[in-house]
């Protein structure tokens, strides 16, 4: 059974443009959460996404946005990217809301 | 909001000694998940153990083991045997149990860098 799979991998966008990343959860999984990850302030939870909806949403600001689609993927944009969003940027999937997260290998964003 | 800290930035242990990383958490709730998950230089997150709160019986898997106090809020990774694989960084993880990772996410520790020592 394939994993979680984050696309791309790694990627540099320069500050002020917009970014969005692509998260394909394990199969029959329909809950998607999604992390950031800083040296300074650790893992952070985003948001979570779970069958269609956004079901609560993390301490950010308005410029990270997602959505999930009829076949769980999801995708998380950021918009006016500012150098702060520089981060590892993680991805979980679970079978449903109360069971537990699995994780992809992430995407590394680099702003410039 | 839930709080999880771990005290240990780093530990270090020689191969095949045990290790014991700890993790308290501060939570009004009576039933919740704790999760460990361990992150190798790959950068990806790997569930290592999971206790259910209401659970008093400590979760093993294989050579990692919990010591699971509640009244404490404390909830420690054990390591047996330690092996050079077992090199990362490893976080200690707060879920409610509404969501399993949901309403508020995942809340996780700083993180513990654990060296094994050849």
């Known amino acids: 059974k394939a994993g979680v799979t984050q696309t791309p991998r790694y990627l540099i966008k320069t500050r002020g443009q917009q970014v969005t990343l692509s998260c394909s959860p394990i199969?029959?999984?329909?809950?998607v959460s999604w992390y950031q990850q800083t040296p300074g302030q650790g893992l952070q939870f985003l948001f979570e996404?779970?069958?269609?909806?956004?079901?609560n949403k993390g301490n950010f600001p308005g410029r990270f946005s997602g959505r999930q689609f009829s076949n769980s993927r999801s995708e998380m944009n950021v918009s006016t990217l500012e150098l702060g969003d520089s981060a590892l940027y993680l991805c979980?999937?679970?079978?449903?809301?109360?069971?537990?997260?699995?994780f992809g290998q992430g995407t590394r964003l680099t702003v410039v | 909001a839930q709080t999880v800290t771990q005290s240990q930035p780093e530990m270090s242990v020689q191969e095949a000694e045990t290790v014991t990383l700890s993790c308290t958490y501060d939570?009004?709730?009576?039933?919740?998940?704790l999760f460990w998950y361990k992150q190798p230089p790959s950068r990806q997150m790997i569930l290592v153990i999971r206790?259910?709160?209401?659970?008093?019986q400590n979760a093993t898997e294989n050579r990692f083991s919990v010591n699971f106090q509640k009244a404490a809020k404390s909830f420690s990774l054990k390591i047996s045997d330690s092996q050079l694989g077992d090199a990362a960084m490893y976080f200690c993880?707060?879920?409610?149990?509404?969501?399993?990772?949901?309403?508020?996410?995942?809340?996780f520790g700083k993180g513990t860098h654990l060296i094994i020592q050849p």
């Open positions: 199969s029959g999984h329909r809950s």
């Open positions: 996404y779970f069958s269609e909806t956004q079901r």
């Open positions: 939570t009004s709730e009576s039933d919740y998940y």
């Open positions: 206790q259910e709160a209401y659970k008093q």
């Open positions: 979980a999937s679970s079978l449903y809301r109360n069971t537990e997260a699995f």
């Open positions: 993880a707060y879920s409610t149990t509404n969501s399993g990772g949901g309403a508020d996410g995942l809340t």
